[in-house]
């Protein structure tokens, strides 16, 4: 009898596909395979690690009641990065409106709220690093947070941000520089800056 642990991603899904009612022992495997992955990008796109967890869940169900859809011209993951990426940012254009500021505009320079802070020395039961990885891109404002996270942890084309965000090529290009300059800038100087948007 084979393990189902030891089959690739495409045999998974072949196998629940073609599995009856009740039987989710392969998409158990596969949900096990990624839930770190999933899990870690729902944190990183929302900038909440309490809502995470629900939206983690959530997007394992849409996977599931999709399989039958999935035809296997893409990796298995690069579709579920898709879901999980439309999931994410669903919830957060679901949210209570927010207007965003430019933090480099003179005009912001005095508010309180752009000065940065230091990091919690300590990063808990996170690996090394992880911690302030996630409390940077925690601080940086979503219209930047989410093409960045898009880009450099799903691997996702410019074009397909731009038709997901429903924004410009040049504007996502632009958010993804800018996002990066101010990972770095944040990750580098070892502080922190959660930007108040003006109601």
């Given at each position: ?17 073609g ?40 997007v ?9 859809t ?8 690069t579709?579920?990065d ?5 999931h994410?940012?669903?919830?957060v ?30 990063a808990g ?18 219209t ?22 429903e ?7 632009m958010r ?24």
């Amino acid at each position: 009898m084979i393990e189902l642990d030891t089959l690739d991603d495409a045999a998974l899904i072949e196998r629940a596909q073609g599995s009856g009612p009740g039987d989710l022992r392969a998409f158990d495997v596969l949900v096990h395979r990624h839930k770190g992955h999933v899990l870690a990008n729902c944190r990183y796109l929302t900038g909440s690690a309490e809502e995470a967890e629900d939206l983690a869940q959530e997007v394992f169900v849409k996977v599931y009641f999709s399989l039958g859809t999935f035809e296997g011209r893409a990796k298995f993951r690069t579709w579920l990065d898709r879901i999980k990426a439309n999931h994410c940012i669903d919830h957060v254009r679901s949210r209570r409106p927010v207007r965003f500021i430019d933090v480099d505009a003179p005009e912001h320079q005095h508010l309180e709220a752009l000065r940065v802070e230091p990091v919690a020395a300590g990063a808990g039961e996170e690996p090394a690093g992880q911690g302030r990885v996630r409390q940077v891109l925690a601080a940086i404002p979503e219209t930047l947070r989410i093409p960045l996270v898009l880009r450099d942890m799903d691997e996702m084309s410019y074009q397909d941000i731009a038709e997901r965000m429903e924004i410009g090529l040049s504007a996502v290009k632009m958010r993804i520089k800018r996002g990066r300059e101010t990972f770095r800038r944040l990750y580098d100087t070892g502080g922190s800056v959660r930007v108040q948007e003006e109601e």
